[in-house]
């Protein structure tokens, strides 16, 4: 017998719940698992021993399901970045020293590439002190930059929300009689994954959006103005998709630096609209999706939810195995119909690494998203949750405050 | 046998559309009813005599269903402000050429005070000249601000989709172990509605929002400031929603003013960021809801839809029955359960008139809204469409460009 423990990681999504549920279901269903602790604010529950008994929390088959529905990280997150062990084990021994006092046998963590960096260092670790704990990263990021994964749970949610938003956009920018142009930014700090998803409106008819930007693409001020001139030679009402993460002339960014070294982005979207107003003198308006894009389960994609549920029992199955230092990841096996294996990979091919837009992703102009791409993006958005409502919202399901602190 | 004309002016909302299935519906039960025109971009079809014919372009149930869930206004819109015909004729005098010459006995107007505005002018006008033309206003608009009546058309679905984007912002920004501010700028010029609306998550068990500043209250930088460190020391993510009207120092609003001398208010909630960054130095977001919260048809409340189209459906009925002049408007008649009846107003007692939120629907404090507001709001953010979908996303109801053109 032996316990486990899970920790949530990085910047929210819809589905990180959903990854939560399928190792407490998973891990049920295993005799051999007894408790299975969540750890409060990512690893560093693990460090500050701060643990909350799950079975006590998760109680229902009803709080799973709301477990699914609801966004962000129920057992809260960190941005915290694991040193190297042979210049400093201070934190690797207290880690060590929580998980052996609770005879935890195996970690799962749900995060981006910043924590599979932690999946890494720490199984290395183990390896090294021989301590037997296996360390399995469920992969999540609403960015879909993990390498070797076809895709990342997050992103089928955030890409649903991005488009179904961006085509009321399009309805709602178009009802004037003057010609306007309409920015709306997205997020995606170096690939333009999210931004690109836009593209999906092509399959349904719509011309917009217009113009899209992504990070790939060295961006030009004046090539924009150009193409937005051209496209409102064309269309009333013009929008464009651009990547917070393009890159413009200095100060446009905010410049606040976090733990890993990336910039807080802002604005880019703003700045175009500026420029717009001034060169062009048009009506403009710039949306900055902003977290609503990586947190609006109302909209969740099922088929995201449905995989981040999968992707997260695989993993139990896969420390069961003996596995350790290993990523789940997605290979997509069939376009039509659509169908996803699950396998591992090292986590070193994942850590601290970033996956950017195929280059036949993007048309020959740099300015949209090619046809071919769509059919990449198409089947991550598909489905919706029977959503459970209370007074008219969604329901959410939430851990006293009591208890996490 | 008359024809009849329908017209979509101001700002989008969920249910505009949903208005305008309700006089078509309504106007197709009636035998001495032929011809159902939509005038293109509000009142300057009217002017242009650039009209289309409905019957030919929503054929079918399904149509109409798509309609409903169709957010913004498949007519176009227009922000066009009637002069004085005392002053000045010429322009209600086209307006009276086309109405004759398509032989339109009644003309629905739907649209926020600004357009009961035109009903009023256009009603006097034809009265004035002895001409049997109907002119009707149907409310619409997601500021609630209309007078006389209980509530507006468009008002619930934007006030589900702020309070249900609302609490999945308290999701998301309560994963960090450190304090921080959200601070949710939400539309609202003059009158705090839809930002006091976001207080139904307290009727859910969340605490927050912790603070709602509205526009009936006077803003102090100082106070504010006060107040977001008094809710710090109670709970580690503080999340605020401020009205974009609120009244803070010059230079914040962008001073654009359109044809009625409304200004295009952006940047409060940027500019409170910046004051807690600065002052309180703690981690600070801010958010723009943007024209999501007007346009988020894919979570409308179908109270909000229903209503709509019932009292498109009345305002036909009110025409038949010899009225003109007149404004269909809301009475609730019981809290428990939410009864609401349609009766009329003339156009007068709202053109040009702002209502705001009682007194007693803002806290002593002025900081937020108080437990007896939420019986008001709370009735009209019940219930949901069951969503069209297509390839994953909601299916809108279009007119081809070339036809509005």
Not at 118 to 136: A, G, P
Not at 147 to 175: L, N, Q
Not at 262 to 286: F, P, Q, T
Not at 327 to 347: C, W
Request: charged residues 20%.
């Amino acid at each position: 017998m032996m316990n486990i423990a899970v920790a949530q990681s990085g910047g929210p999504t819809c589905a990180i719940n959903a990854s939560l549920v399928g190792v407490f279901k998973e891990a049920l269903k295993e005799s051999q698992i007894d408790a299975i602790f969540g750890s409060v604010n990512g690893i560093e529950g693990i460090i500050n021993n701060h643990l909350v008994d799950l079975k006590t929390l998760i109680r229902t088959n009803d709080d799973m399901e709301l477990l699914r529905q609801t966004p962000s990280t129920v057992l809260g997150s960190c941005r915290y970045k694991l040193p190297e062990y042979k210049e400093d084990d201070t934190v690797y021994k207290k880690i060590l020293k929580t998980l052996e006092q609770r005879q935890i046998g195996a970690f799962f963590y749900i995060g981006g590439n910043d924590s599979m960096d932690t999946v890494n260092k720490l199984s290395e670790y183990f390896r090294q002190e021989c301590v037997d704990i296996k360390v399995i990263g469920i992969p999540k990021t609403i960015d879909n930059d993990l390498c070797i994964t076809d895709h990342t749970p997050g992103f089928g949610s955030a890409a649903k929300y991005v488009a179904a938003t961006m085509r009321e956009i399009v309805r709602d920018s178009s009802v004037y009689s003057i010609p306007s142009v309409t920015i709306v930014e997205v997020m995606g700090r170096h690939a333009g994954w999210l931004t690109a998803s836009s593209a999906v409106l092509h399959a349904l008819g719509e011309t917009a959006p217009h113009l899209i930007y992504v990070p790939e693409r060295n961006f030009s001020l004046d090539a924009f103005l150009r193409d937005v001139r051209q496209e409102m030679a064309k269309h009333k009402a013009v929008i464009v998709a651009v990547s917070e993460g393009i890159e413009v002339p200095e100060g446009v960014q905010s410049g606040v630096v976090d733990n890993f070294g990336h910039k807080y982005l802002s604005g880019i979207g703003k700045y175009l609209e500026e420029a717009v107003r001034n060169e062009i003198g048009c009506k403009v308006r710039s949306i900055e999706l902003n977290v609503m894009q990586r947190c609006s389960s109302h909209i969740c994609s099922k088929t995201d939810i449905d995989e981040a549920e999968a992707i997260g029992s695989a993993g139990v199955s896969c420390a069961l195995n003996d596995e350790t230092g290993k990523v789940m990841v997605f290979r997509r096996v069939n376009e039509m119909p659509y169908t996803v294996v699950i396998e591992t990979t090292n986590a070193a091919n994942i850590a601290n690494n970033e996956k950017f837009l195929p280059d036949d992703f993007i048309t020959p102009s740099g300015n949209n998203i090619s046809e071919n791409a769509l059919k990449y993006f198409l089947p991550l958005i598909q489905g919706e949750l029977n959503i459970i409502m209370e007074q008219g919202l969604p329901k959410h399901f939430a851990i006293q405050e009591s208890v996490l602190k």
